[in-house]
């Protein structure tokens, strides 16, 4: 059973985390059955963007790395605090405990930030939210930043908003299963 991580910090964006649930929970009950999803906070209540309220599997404290396949990072809004939790030590911590066992990580627009900040993303390609502030920012974690849709390099996968969602999703169950796999699971999901 190949298991993802989807870190959460408080002011997430509910879309770019569902669909890692989605994807990952369809393979599971549509597809080839070898992946399973769960959640990780730096608290066990958890407010995404718009004050909706989530209670996650673990908190960072509690996560083991080895346990874990892939590590995926919705992005999220700053009015609602998301850089509070997503520049925090411990959120980072997780980050660089992905990587330094060269697991799969996977963001979605400003989710690329604190992977940046986190110092795995120094001197490599990336992206993030097509705006001008936030591409500076990641620029400034030695990030060269690719003005496309989705970048990968050197097992992290980046994007640019929330349109690419689903398809960062369907690329990290691609990577965890097979490109017939993610394809089918794509296709039985409508896309």
Partial sequence: MK???????????TFEASVFIDVIGWNMEEGDGSTQLFTCGLK???????????????VADEIDVNQFDALAIPGGFEVYGFYNDAYADKFLDIIRSFKAQNKIIASICVGALPVGKSGILKGLQATTYNSDIRRKALAEFGVQVIHQPIVEDNNIITSWNPSTAVDVALLLLEHLTTKSNADSVRKLMGF
């Fill in 3 to 13: 298991k993802v991580l989807l870190l959460l910090a408080d002011g997430f964006e």
């Fill in 44 to 58: 066990k209540e958890i407010k995404s963007s718009f004050n909706q309220r989530f209670i996650v599997d673990y």
